[in-house]
């Protein structure tokens, strides 16, 4: 039986809770991620995506309202809904008022069938491996897709 141990990250990339939203998505669009554990005094707090960050970014709109306003008029540009970044907002904005209350872990001996309900169930793509408080991995929706082509 495969487990999340056989498929886990363990190269990972973090942020800390008091980094600002403009350092986090600099972060993420150099290593081509998604999101990042949220790492602060040598335990894991949280997660970070760029969903999380999108939703602080949208002024005056839910991420819901922008989606169903691009679906009412298909012909409008997905940018046309987003207002331009706010620069302080994004220097002000820290990752610890961002991220998800909510920390979903698994741990590295727990069986990928059993992560792969976590994340479906929880309707997420990545999931922190931990042993106590401490980060030894990540395992993705990709991590696990991968695994099934094999």
Not at 6 to 15: E, I, P, R
Not at 71 to 81: F, Q
Not at 104 to 116: D, K, L
């Amino acid at each position: 039986m495969r487990t999340v141990r056989d498929l886990m990250q363990t190269n990972v990339v973090t942020v800390r809770p008091d980094d600002n939203a403009a350092e986090v998505e600099r972060r993420l669009v150099e290593h081509r991620i998604g999101g990042a554990p949220v790492v602060g005094d040598g335990r894991v707090q949280g997660v970070i995506s760029r969903t999380d960050l999108l939703r602080n970014l949208v002024v005056g709109q839910s991420l819901s309202e922008l989606i169903s306003d691009y679906y009412r008029d298909p012909g409008l540009p997905v940018e046309a809904g987003i207002p331009a970044p706010d620069i302080e907002q994004l220097q002000r904005s820290r990752v610890r008022d961002l991220m998800p209350e909510r920390l979903i872990t698994v741990e590295p001996s727990a069986p990928v069938s059993q992560a792969a309900r976590v994340m479906l169930d929880r309707m997420i793509h990545r999931l922190l491996v931990v042993e106590g408080e401490k980060l030894v991995g990540v395992v993705t929706t990709h991590d696990l897709l991968r695994a099934i082509a094999e």
